[in-house]
């Protein structure tokens, strides 16, 4: 069994971790041609007194593999521990580092592009629920805009944290629930979320649930065949670097312009259309940060107007908006 063998000095026999189950089957097409294309490390030692169950996947790996049908890459497996991913995101973020978040406003160029797209396909339409809401910088920003904003956010202290900055409403429970409660809203937006959630086209379909007919979806993911490619470059060139696009499985998928597009179509949605999503833009301290916004910035506009260009390497992020029926 190759799967996922434990890397020399991982977990040992008195403490074997819980194990992997196979994902037989491309996620978004249904395709059972993968070819691996990179290897996965766990690395989870920090949570050993938290969750040593969590910790003893340390030193493990596990194959990405891409979907010869879509182009969609995914985990050959996935860890059996029950509620590995929970688990892992259960994370006690300080209240300074929930702050910096929220203030630095170092998202604030993609969330104005992501809502300008909306608000130009929405016509006056303007209520909005953040899956995935994190500490509310999204829904701050919306509102100043002029949306009625509200949150879904799982993790306790973010949810609490943007509940008490926006002053507005985040949900500590799925879109699935809000859905079966009869919430409706007019735009609902996914932005650096969806790379996270296995099985993708079942999340697409529970954000479809909670839109009013003709409402627009906004979703950000890496772009996960030139994000590779990238770390591949960065890695050839300094031999003391690791490439890595999936440690621990924090991007369990990485979608592309065609496999964006089937999960959203698969999910119900019309009209589908993918971009090069903005960049993160970071406060500007010191010439070496500023250089690295420029290059960002012409990067993503230089992108915008080559033919193609969201099929190019300068496409490192991707942004699809659609449209439920
Ligand atoms: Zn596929």
Redesign the pocket.
């Known amino acids: 069994m190759t799967m996922a063998d434990d890397a020399p000095g991982g977990a040992s026999a008195e403490s074997p971790h819980a194990g992997f189950t196979p994902v037989p089957?491309?996620?978004?097409?249904?395709?059972a041609a993968?070819a691996p294309v990179h290897t996965a490390l766990f690395e989870l030692s920090e949570y050993a007194r938290q969750d040593p169950a969590l910790a003893r996947y340390t030193g493990a790996t596990v194959r990405i593999v891409r979907?010869?049908?879509?182009?969609?890459g995914q985990p050959e497996a996935l860890p059996s521990l029950p509620d590995f991913f929970g688990r892992m995101y259960d994370q006690r973020w300080s209240a300074e580092w929930m702050e910096t978040e929220y203030t630095s406003g170092y998202k604030d160029l993609i969330f104005r592009t992501v809502l300008k797209g909306l608000e130009q396909r929405l016509r006056g339409r303007r209520t909005l629920l953040d899956l995935g809401a994190h500490v509310g910088r999204l829904m701050h920003v919306a509102a100043g805009r002029g949306w009625a904003a509200e949150g879904v956010e799982l993790n306790p202290s973010t949810a609490a944290h943007a509940a008490k900055s926006t002053g507005l409403p985040v949900h500590r429970m799925d879109a699935r629930e809000l859905s079966s409660a009869g919430r409706r809203w007019a735009a609902v937006t996914l932005i650096d979320v969806l790379e996270h959630i296995p099985e993708p086209v079942a999340a697409l379909r529970s954000a479809i649930a909670v839109l009013e007919p003709g409402g627009w979806i906004a979703v950000k993911v890496p772009h996960g065949r030139e994000q590779l490619r990238k770390e591949m470059l960065r890695a050839r060139l300094s031999r003391a670097y690791r490439a890595t696009v999936a440690d621990n499985l924090v991007h369990v998928n990485h979608f592309g312009v065609r496999?964006l597009t089937?999960a959203l179509e698969r999910a119900g949605f019309a009209e589908v259309r993918v971009e090069i999503a903005a960049p993160e833009v970071m406060p500007a301290v010191g010439a070496k940060r500023a250089l690295s916004n420029a290059v960002r910035l012409s990067t993503w506009h230089l992108g915008r107007i080559l033919p193609r260009g969201v099929e190019s390497p300068l496409s490192l992020h991707l942004q699809a908006y659609a449209r439920k029926p």
């Open positions: 089957a491309c996620w978004v097409c249904g395709g993968l979907c010869a049908s879509c182009g969609f496999s089937l």
